[in-house]
């Protein structure tokens, strides 16, 4: 036994000596240049922080893979073949590269195509809207002389009358003491009482009697105790202030009559759509579940310093009497843009200071191209320059299809820099 003993003792160490030797050689084999590998099978030539493309203080590289002491985040390896294809990776947009997605993964995270084409579009602005009456079929009822109101026709507001309607019995002595100047120059046959007479009837007839009052006066001799006030429109009374037994004066609104077989609707538009709101402007409102059609006939010149609105008015027949004034409506306003090349609006993707959108170019191969876009409506975007019809975009997980381009272009520079 203790002849054996040398022997087990050096049988030991040759063994501890050969592992040493497969893990150095194991670990030597791990490493390129210098370089850690990873399991990949692809030449990692360095090891970098993975918001290296966000610039500065992101700019952290090692050889060996760790955490990056900005962040905190695990460093992400930068392969040899990524540099070897900048030159065909490279694209026509500052910051940009083209990028290539196998399509197991572009269905893992959702790409989808859609083809641009040529479209006629509209912008389409949905707002609401007040009902009014129509300021041009309004009208007042006023005397022009001071009297007493002897009896009301027209007793409630909303009450309908027809041209030519009495409303109320006026008694005015002014009125009364002219009927019977009237009277007395009709009895006078000379040239004096002709003048008299005629300066009498327009006397009546400025103070709004009837002709046909003034002829039964002069006919009969008697003087009308009242003098009746009739509508001078169709329509419906809105405002009633006469009282019966009250004063009445120049000054009064005695009623307010309004026709509403013809009503406006009054849309608020922010100031931020009124450019695309012109004079013409289809319109359709939305009222009870009803639609009316129409266009915009006016644009108020002022906007509203608390809603930041202006308003656009909708002028529509009513003779159904579906509105009323004051009714809220829904209210749809469509200004056509024209035919042009359009995209979906989830393809552009908006940096602030340019547009951009990925083309499908074959293979999973995306090719960046900073576009000029032009209005957006029904969900797509008029593309003025960039794209030709029948190209095909991305237009969902195009942000991650963005990210990827991104970081692809700044590790290229990294690696240009380091060569």
């Given at each position: 036994m203790k002849r054996m003993l040398p022997w087990i003792v050096a049988a030991i160490f040759a063994i501890a000596f050969v592992v040493v030797l497969v893990a150095k050689r194991g670990g030597s084999s791990n490493e390129l240049n210098g370089v850690t590998q990873d399991d990949s099978g692809r030449r990692v030539v360095t090891w970098i922080d993975p918001m290296y493309s966000q610039g500065p203080p992101h700019n952290y590289k090692s050889d060996h893979p760790g955490r990056a002491p900005d962040c905190g985040m695990k460093l992400v390896p930068v392969y040899a073949d990524e540099q070897t294809t900048s030159a065909s990776s490279s694209s026509t947009v500052s910051g940009y590269s083209n990028v290539s997605v196998a399509p197991q993964r572009q269905q893992l995270i959702g790409v989808k195509l859609a083809t641009a084409e040529l479209r006629d579009l509209s912008r389409t602005i949905r707002t609401t809207g007040r009902v009014a009456v129509d300021e041009r079929r309004i009208a007042q009822v006023r005397t022009k002389f001071d009297g007493f109101v002897d009896a009301l026709y027209v007793n409630f507001t909303g009450q309908p009358v027809r041209r030519g309607d009495p409303l109320l019995a006026v008694y005015s002595p002014d009125l009364l003491a002219t009927q019977n100047e009237l009277i007395l120059a009709e009895r006078n046959r000379s040239d004096l009482g002709r003048t008299l007479a005629d300066a009498a009837r327009a006397r009546l007839r400025l103070w709004d009697m009837s002709a046909a009052d003034i002829d039964r006066v002069a006919r009969t001799g008697k003087p009308m105790r009242d003098v009746i006030l009739r509508s001078p429109v169709s329509g419906v009374v809105t405002t009633k202030n006469a009282v019966a037994g009250g004063?009445?004066?120049?000054?009064?609104?005695?009623?307010?009559?309004?026709?509403?077989?013809?009503?406006?609707?009054?849309?608020?538009?922010?100031?931020?759509?009124?450019?695309?709101?012109?004079?013409?402007?289809?319109a359709q409102v939305i009222v009870s579940g009803q639609t009316l059609t129409g266009s915009v006939t006016f644009i108020g010149p002022v906007v509203a310093a608390q809603t930041r609105t202006a308003s656009a008015r909708i002028e529509l027949d009513n003779r159904a009497g579906l509105l009323k004034p004051d009714m809220f409506a829904d209210v749809i306003l469509k200004q056509p843009i024209g035919s042009s090349v359009a995209v979906p609006d989830s393809a552009v993707m908006n940096t602030g200071t340019r547009a951009v959108v990925f083309i499908a170019r074959g293979n999973g191969t995306f090719e960046p191209r900073e576009v000029t876009a032009g209005a957006k409506a029904d969900g797509f975007y008029a593309i003025r320059s960039g794209v030709q019809p029948g190209e095909r975009v991305v237009v969902d997980a195009?942000?991650?299809?963005?990210?990827?381009?991104?970081?692809?272009?700044?590790?290229?520079?990294?690696?240009?820099?380091t060569q």
């Amino acid at each position: 036994m203790k002849r054996m003993l040398p022997w087990i003792v050096a049988a030991i160490f040759a063994i501890a000596f050969v592992v040493v030797l497969v893990a150095k050689r194991g670990g030597s084999s791990n490493e390129l240049n210098g370089v850690t590998q990873d399991d990949s099978g692809r030449r990692v030539v360095t090891w970098i922080d993975p918001m290296y493309s966000q610039g500065p203080p992101h700019n952290y590289k090692s050889d060996h893979p760790g955490r990056a002491p900005d962040c905190g985040m695990k460093l992400v390896p930068v392969y040899a073949d990524e540099q070897t294809t900048s030159a065909s990776s490279s694209s026509t947009v500052s910051g940009y590269s083209n990028v290539s997605v196998a399509p197991q993964r572009q269905q893992l995270i959702g790409v989808k195509l859609a083809t641009a084409e040529l479209r006629d579009l509209s912008r389409t602005i949905r707002t609401t809207g007040r009902v009014a009456v129509d300021e041009r079929r309004i009208a007042q009822v006023r005397t022009k002389f001071d009297g007493f109101v002897d009896a009301l026709y027209v007793n409630f507001t909303g009450q309908p009358v027809r041209r030519g309607d009495p409303l109320l019995a006026v008694y005015s002595p002014d009125l009364l003491a002219t009927q019977n100047e009237l009277i007395l120059a009709e009895r006078n046959r000379s040239d004096l009482g002709r003048t008299l007479a005629d300066a009498a009837r327009a006397r009546l007839r400025l103070w709004d009697m009837s002709a046909a009052d003034i002829d039964r006066v002069a006919r009969t001799g008697k003087p009308m105790r009242d003098v009746i006030l009739r509508s001078p429109v169709s329509g419906v009374v809105t405002t009633k202030n006469a009282v019966a037994g009250g004063r009445v004066m120049p000054t009064d609104t005695l009623y307010e009559v309004a026709d509403l077989s013809h009503l406006w609707v009054l849309a608020d538009v922010y100031d931020s759509e009124l450019q695309s709101v012109r004079v013409g402007t289809p319109a359709q409102v939305i009222v009870s579940g009803q639609t009316l059609t129409g266009s915009v006939t006016f644009i108020g010149p002022v906007v509203a310093a608390q809603t930041r609105t202006a308003s656009a008015r909708i002028e529509l027949d009513n003779r159904a009497g579906l509105l009323k004034p004051d009714m809220f409506a829904d209210v749809i306003l469509k200004q056509p843009i024209g035919s042009s090349v359009a995209v979906p609006d989830s393809a552009v993707m908006n940096t602030g200071t340019r547009a951009v959108v990925f083309i499908a170019r074959g293979n999973g191969t995306f090719e960046p191209r900073e576009v000029t876009a032009g209005a957006k409506a029904d969900g797509f975007y008029a593309i003025r320059s960039g794209v030709q019809p029948g190209e095909r975009v991305v237009v969902d997980a195009s942000f991650l299809v963005d990210s990827e381009s991104r970081l692809k272009s700044a590790l290229s520079q990294m690696n240009g820099s380091t060569q």
